[in-house]
């Protein structure tokens, strides 16, 4: 099956830095990539989906400029959290979308980002 | 817009016991629902998943149910372990191969 390596799996960061989560499809080519966000005991809610070649498209009250994603390939996506603050401080979880209609998304294993 | 609702939010049993988690959908055109265990600190997993053409879906301890005239959805867990213990997602499908998620419920198996 489709895998999606997501990483780093965790990553601590001071306040004011910026942070790069990647997500690599490792056996198939993904020209969309969905970004989650997800607060502890709560559900995914998407933040935005990236696309090969051209901008992403992002949920309404999603910060574009903090929250900068790329996808400069078609194996690789990335998200960037700039300027970090504490309350950025959350689980964020990549996955590519399903390959073919009625099937499943692929997750990445999510990274944990904690700002101080 | 679609809503997906999930009950109950927390559940615990003891070990091989049985564990049900029940979804709502709202969305007539949703025809695919998987369910998604996620453990501490990871991604989730497909465990099952079942589509509109099909009322019921069995894979060793794990079984899912559909009523699409109702829009219900479960999961059922049998001779429940310890592993078992995680998070479970139910999800329906939504335009743009996209998903809506339940709300999540923790199960938690007592040894």
């Known amino acids: 099956g489709a895998v999606v390596s997501q990483h780093p799996s965790w990553v601590i960061c001071k306040s004011g830095t910026s942070v790069k989560i990647e997500c690599r499809s490792l056996?198939?080519?993904?020209?969309?990539m969905f970004w989650y966000r997800q607060f502890p005991k709560q559900s995914l809610m998407l933040m935005a989906t990236?696309?090969?070649?051209?901008?992403?498209?992002?949920e309404q009250g999603v910060e574009k400029d903090k929250f900068l994603i790329n996808h400069a390939s078609l194996t690789l996506s990335t998200l960037t959290v700039t300027s970090a603050h504490p309350e950025d401080s959350s689980f964020y979880i990549c996955?590519?979308?399903?390959?073919?209609?009625?099937?499943?998304?692929?997750f990445g294993n999510g990274t944990r980002l904690t700002v101080t | 817009g679609e809503n997906v609702e999930q009950h109950p939010s927390t559940l615990s049993v003891q070990e091989g016991d049985s564990a049900v988690i029940k979804c709502t959908y709202s969305?007539?055109?949703?025809?695919?629902f998987p369910w998604y265990k996620q453990e501490l600190g990871k991604g989730p997993q497909l465990i099952i998943d079942?589509?509109?053409?099909?009322g019921e879906k069995k894979d060793q301890r794990i079984a899912v149910t559909l009523n699409k005239t109702a829009k219900h959805f479960s999961l059922h867990i049998t001779e429940t372990q310890p592993e078992d213990s995680a998070v479970y997602f139910c999800?329906?499908?939504?335009?743009?191969?996209?998903?809506?998620f339940g709300t999540g419920t923790s199960l938690t198996v007592i040894p």
């Open positions: 996955s590519a979308p399903p390959d073919r209609e009625r099937s499943p998304l692929h």
């Open positions: 056996d198939f080519q993904a020209t969309t």
């Open positions: 990236s696309n090969e070649g051209s901008k992403a498209t992002y």
């Open positions: 969305d007539s055109a949703s025809n695919y």
């Open positions: 079942i589509r509109s053409n099909v």
């Open positions: 999800a329906a499908s939504a335009p743009g191969n996209q998903f809506y």
